[in-house]
């Protein structure tokens, strides 16, 4: 079956470190993946997406590579700032239909 | 272009009575989803429609229910109200035939049961 799991939180980082929020992903078939992320009080916003293997997904800094021999999707920011605070999800969407499945989130919170 | 609409914005009903909640997608996306985000818990998926149909549903009791129109907007129902879904309810919208069409979500409805 189709599955995400995603790093415990809550994240807890001061400004200017760097970020790493693991994602790992079970898929029949070569499923695409994406990071959304949701600030207090909002919807989901896509922050980034990778539709094949060895894709890179970039955006406002944040970046995630499409491994698939580690069937990983890790976010990864250089120097984080306050207004990054949020919570972050990784979703995939299955290969064949339109289901998509989302982790189960990781809540950041950056500290002057 | 505008985004995925829902209303109301917030809503505060009483145990025991019915709630609808209405979502229009993006002009041109035919599929249509619900998720329920309880506070301090991650998305929870309930329902999907495309073109009018049930697709797929979550792990949800039956008075949980929707419906499509032909205009691809989507109502959820919930019938006799638990304290227990008081939630954030998030509406998306993509588009089917490509595989790497992201979802696109609504700001949401806050229900509240007392």
């Known amino acids: 079956g189709n599955s995400v799991t995603q790093m415990e939180g809550p994240v807890t980082l001061s400004e200017e470190a760097f970020l790493t929020i693991n994602c790992t992903y079970t898929?029949?078939?070569?499923?695409?993946l994406f990071w959304y992320v949701q600030y207090p009080g909002e919807g989901l916003q896509l922050l980034l997406k990778?539709?094949?293997?060895?894709d890179k997904g970039s955006n406002k800094g944040f970046e995630a590579t499409y491994r698939k021999e580690t069937t990983s999707f890790h976010l990864e920011k250089g120097s984080v700032q306050v207004s990054d605070s949020a919570v972050y999800f990784c979703a995939l969407k299955a290969y064949t239909g339109n289901q998509f499945y989302f982790g189960t989130g990781t809540s950041l919170t950056v500290i002057p | 272009e505008a985004g995925v609409t829902q209303s109301p914005t917030h809503l505060i009903k009483t145990r025991g009575q019915q709630v609808t909640l209405r979502c229009s997608p993006i002009s041109g996306h035919t599929s249509v989803y619900w998720y329920q985000q309880a506070l301090g818990l991650g998305l929870q998926f309930l329902l999907w429609?495309?073109?009018?149909?049930?697709?797929n549903r979550g792990n949800f009791p039956p008075r949980f229910s929707g419906r499509q129109f032909p205009n691809y907007s989507s109502e959820l129902n919930v019938n006799a109200l638990e304290l227990e879904d008081s939630a954030l309810y998030l509406c998306a919208s993509s588009f089917l035939p490509s595989q790497s069409n992201e979802q696109f979500f609504g700001p949401g409805t806050r229900l509240t049961v007392l």
């Open positions: 990778a539709t094949k293997a060895d």
């Open positions: 898929a029949t078939g070569y499923p695409s």
């Open positions: 429609y495309d073109e009018g149909e049930e697709r």
